[in-house]
């Protein structure tokens, strides 16, 4: 999936939010966050745009209302650095991500490194969701970290570690897959109501011509 990107259809309660149209002074506020590499958000923003190589089109990407990207509050804010689902094989790096200025969302270039939104919840927030996501795969990569993440179950355990040195821990709560249509983004990246993990890649059958995913697979995961 290397600059191929989750859709979130731009519908009026379906733009919740990994992705959204924010507001430029939300967006400038937070590009010192430094991933892989040393890429900044903003750059990792121009990695991921689509090129000649892309295996997924642009219109891919997860696109958000403008009402629901304006960022709340962020007092402090302990971001995850690294989330483990050993179930699924899955210990991977964790950078902050926003959104592009034409509102499609940023996710890191390799896919070994999941994207937070930073405009959700934290983990140990204990309320909203806090959504991670990440390509499933990618043609300068390879497999990607969430390669698998189909593979967890109800009753896994996963552990995110935040820039503070603590652990959160959750424990799956359901695996699903959506066409990439029908994604409840609403509920999915809803602010409000208890504290949960989700995470969010491609999955489903590979269209060659469309250079897309079918589906998305989802998990969700509540606190331990």
Same mark, same amino acid.
């Given at each position: 999936?290397?600059?191929?990107?989750?859709?979130?259809?731009?519908?009026?309660?379906?733009?919740?939010?990994?992705?959204?149209?924010?507001?430029?002074?939300?967006?400038?506020?937070?590009?010192?966050?430094?991933?892989?590499?040393?890429?900044?958000?903003?750059?990792?923003?121009? &990695?991921?745009?689509?090129?000649?190589?892309?295996?997924?089109?642009?219109?891919?990407?997860?696109?958000?209302?403008?009402?629901?990207?304006?960022?709340?509050?962020?007092? &402090?804010?302990?971001?995850?650095?690294?989330?483990?689902?050993?179930?699924?094989?899955?210990?991977?790096?964790?950078?902050?991500?926003?959104?592009?200025?034409?509102?499609?969302?940023?996710?890191?270039?390799?896919? *070994?490194?999941?994207?937070?939104?930073?405009? #959700?919840?934290?983990?140990? *927030?204990?309320?909203?969701?806090?959504?991670?996501?990440?390509? $499933?795969?990618?043609? #300068?990569?390879?497999?990607?970290?969430?390669?698998?993440?189909?593979?967890?179950?109800? #009753?896994?355990?996963?552990?995110?570690?935040?820039?503070? &040195?603590?652990?959160?821990?959750?424990?799956? *709560?359901?695996?699903?897959?959506?066409?990439?249509?029908?994604?409840?983004?609403?509920?999915?990246?809803?602010?409000?109501?208890?504290?949960?993990?989700?995470?969010?890649?491609?999955?489903?059958?590979?269209?060659?011509?469309?250079?897309?995913?079918?589906?998305?697979? $989802?998990?969700?995961?509540?606190?331990?």
């Amino acid at each position: 999936m290397n600059r191929r990107t989750l859709w979130l259809p731009a519908t009026v309660t379906g733009l919740a939010a990994v992705i959204a149209t924010i507001t430029a002074a939300g967006l400038t506020a937070w590009t010192e966050p430094t991933g892989t590499a040393g890429k900044t958000v903003a750059s990792i923003s121009a &990695d991921v745009r689509p090129g000649a190589e892309a295996l997924e089109p642009a219109e891919n990407r997860p696109v958000i209302e403008r009402n629901q990207a304006t960022p709340p509050p962020l007092p &402090d804010v302990r971001p995850p650095e690294r989330v483990t689902l050993a179930a699924a094989g899955i210990d991977a790096e964790v950078v902050p991500v926003g959104v592009e200025p034409d509102g499609q969302m940023e996710l890191p270039e390799n896919p *070994d490194v999941l994207g937070w939104y930073m405009y #959700g919840a934290a983990a140990g *927030d204990e309320q909203g969701s806090v959504v991670l996501a990440g390509h $499933v795969d990618s043609a #300068g990569y390879g497999l990607g970290q969430l390669a698998r993440l189909g593979e967890a179950a109800p #009753g896994d355990e996963v552990v995110i570690e935040t820039t503070d &040195d603590r652990n959160v821990r959750y424990i799956v *709560d359901r695996v699903e897959s959506f066409a990439k249509s029908e994604l409840p983004t609403a509920e999915i990246f809803h602010r409000g109501g208890e504290e949960r993990l989700v995470m969010i890649t491609c999955g489903g059958d590979f269209d060659e011509r469309a250079g897309s995913y079918s589906e998305n697979t $989802v998990v969700t995961a509540v606190r331990a």
